[in-house]
């Protein structure tokens, strides 16, 4: 079993939904990363927090350490949403372990 | 401008070659890591290095090799040892200043192995 799992790994939306991407992991961190991929393949890093919530425009994250949880969500999303939302932990140190991904696709 | 350049952006080889991937950066960052991605599946470490003239395997370092002779490089060889090297290869740094924590990562580069 992989110490960090994602779901859904693919999603749909219509443009405007409220769109929800979930990551549970099993072991203890020190932080917990969303990054997104664009379809180039470049990385870009959304998020990285270790307790309560965070927003950044359109984005939000939030995780519960008790739960060994964390959910990424995007409201009003836009075709330019459109990508891979990766999340990813620190277990201490400067390695990360990464999720396999979530693919979203937002439809005009 | 700052940042993390790889170089080609696209790569062919035929089996058997050895081929080298650039990674450079101007952060500043002392860490580096490589990391290789495959369809369906999370980024996995193949190496890293905290400091110049230091590294360590990640956890699919066989049949790669890197060296670090320079804080801003840090490139990695795919050798004919590797089995199956056909991948997207990404190139990440990280620095004091942010908390060892974050990654910044570079464009990538797509190998393809004829």
């Known amino acids: 079993k992989n110490e960090v799992e994602q779901s859904p790994q693919n999603l749909t939306a219509q443009e405007g939904e409220f769109i929800t991407i979930n990551c549970s992991y099993s072991?203890?961190?020190?932080?917990l990363h969303w990054l997104q991929q664009h379809p180039g393949g470049g990385i870009v890093s959304l998020f990285m927090l270790s307790s309560g919530k965070k927003k950044h425009g359109r984005l939000i994250a939030t995780i519960n350490i008790q739960e060994k949880h964390s959910s990424l969500h995007i409201t009003a999303s836009h075709p330019r949403d459109s990508a891979v939302y990766i999340c990813?932990?620190?277990?201490?140190?400067?390695?990360?372990?990464f999720g396999e991904g979530t693919q979203l696709t937002v439809n005009p | 401008d700052g940042g993390i350049t790889q170089s080609p952006k696209y790569l062919f080889r035929k089996e058997g070659q050895n081929v080298t991937l650039s990674c450079e950066q101007n952060l500043n960052h002392d860490a580096m890591y490589w990391y290789r991605q495959d369809p369906g599946q999370g980024l996995r470490l193949i190496y890293y290095?905290?400091?110049?003239?230091?590294?360590q395997k990640g956890d699919i370092a066989e049949g790669y090799s890197v060296s670090r002779e320079k804080k801003e490089s840090f490139p990695l060889t795919v050798t004919s040892a590797q089995k199956n090297p056909t991948a997207f290869y990404l190139c990440a740094t990280t620095g004091p200043l942010a908390g060892y924590n974050e990654q910044f990562f570079g464009p990538g580069t797509r190998l393809t192995v004829l």
């Open positions: 072991v203890g961190i020190s932080a």
């Open positions: 290095s905290q400091i110049v003239n230091d590294f």
């Open positions: 990813a932990v620190s277990k201490g140190g400067s390695r990360l372990t």
